[in-house]
């Protein structure tokens, strides 16, 4: 197969990486069957904002969409980056977007400058906190640390939103190549307590609670309050924490809940203080919501053995590295370590360069 011939999947699940890919790989992909045996069959609102903002934030990508929305056809330009504003529908929270520009900011022709209003957390996509804590700050491991910023205007909590953040993100010319093997000890938590339109203590007692189960770990911890008011508020009431293990090493391990309607405070803290307990033991040097980020900066890095260390592989990674492999045409070694229940990986970079990013 040429480098220019149409990649094809059947299916909705992965349409998010297999996009990013896509643009990154700049080779058209074509995904028949989105939901076609379903009730409400095609892509779904979210589904279709997501190719909008990824038509906004490039130059002459084509996107065709069959008229009972069950195929999709995106044929990928030129990452250009700029200023983007979008308005994201409240099935899914900003971090869904957020995750797709997080993989293309970097390679952009300009600085990209993304506002965007909606959910700013739930359970199903990472919260702007955890990617404002951990997401960003492991750019650092691909020498992408200076000028990236993720600033919360307003939270907003599902279901009606109401949130905004903006994200600032550089480009470069070349990422750095990864060799991060080495875990290292934990050595501090750190986190945040949200609340939105309800009592400030409820804050309070997921600290609390989240404190009382780590404690006994470790006693470097530290878990902000952050509550909101009024405009900034967003329009519906909600609460919920999120946590960050950082190592002495400097990988990153975190855990995030957000309360459902019913929901006690104690129960969210004490939840998301056992959830960051169990990221631990996993090991590996990203945490299993960062999986698919590391490898695919690893993949576009310069043409040198990058390696790094994994907990358990997630399903969604697992994918990922079959996807690399068709649009890519390179593969991972995966090696594993008995003695620490994770496993090595290993690549070879792409020698990815960003023409677009005028040299200084």
């Not at 022709?109 to 906190?129: C, F, H, Q, W, Y």
């Not at 007692?205 to 470097?220: C, K, Q, Y």
């Not at 631990?280 to 960062?290: E, K, L, N, P, W």
Request: aromatic share 6%; hydrophobic share 40%; net charge positive.
């Amino acid at each position: 197969m040429s480098k220019r011939d149409l990649i094809q999947y059947k299916g909705h699940e992965f349409l998010k990486q297999r996009l990013v890919l896509s643009l990154l790989s700049q080779r058209a992909v074509r995904i028949d069957a989105i939901r076609a045996e379903d009730t409400d069959p095609g892509l779904q609102d979210y589904e279709i904002s997501l190719l909008r903002l990824l038509e906004k934030a490039t130059n002459g990508t084509r996107i065709v969409i069959s008229p009972t929305g069950t195929s999709v056809v995106l044929r990928p330009g030129m990452i250009t980056g700029g200023h983007i504003t979008m308005d994201c529908p409240v099935s899914r929270s900003v971090g869904y977007y957020l995750e797709a520009l997080a993989a293309l900011a970097p390679f952009g022709k300009e600085p990209m400058v993304a506002t965007l209003r909606g959910i700013t957390m739930d359970n199903t996509d990472l919260s702007v906190d955890t990617i404002r804590t951990a997401t960003l700050v492991n750019y650092r491991n691909f020498g992408l640390d200076d000028g990236v910023e993720l600033r919360i205007t307003r939270r907003g909590a599902p279901p009606r939103g109401g949130g905004e953040v903006r994200f600032v993100c550089p480009p470069v010319r070349a990422l750095r190549p990864l060799r991060f093997v080495d875990a290292g000890y934990i050595r501090r938590i750190r986190g945040i307590s949200y609340a939105t339109r309800v009592s400030p203590q409820t804050a309070n007692r997921m600290v609390e609670t989240a404190r009382g189960e780590l404690n006994r770990f470790i006693p470097d911890i530290y878990i902000y309050t952050d509550v909101y008011r009024g405009a900034e508020a967003g329009l519906s009431p909600g609460f919920g924490i999120s946590l960050v293990a950082e190592s002495t090493t400097g990988a990153l391990m975190t855990a995030e809940l957000c309360a459902d309607p019913g929901d006690a405070p104690e129960d969210i803290g004490r939840n998301a203080a056992q959830m960051l307990l169990a990221e631990i033991m996993r090991g590996g040097c990203f945490d299993s919501a960062h999986q698919c980020l590391a490898l695919t900066l690893m993949i576009l890095g310069p043409e040198y053995a990058a390696k790094t260390r994994f907990g358990k592989l997630t399903p969604r990674a697992i994918q990922l590295l079959r996807d690399i492999r068709n649009f890519f045409n390179t593969t991972f070694t995966i090696k594993p370590d008995p003695s620490s229940s994770t496993v090595l990986l290993t690549c070879l970079g792409t020698g990815y360069i960003n023409v677009g990013k005028k040299t200084t």
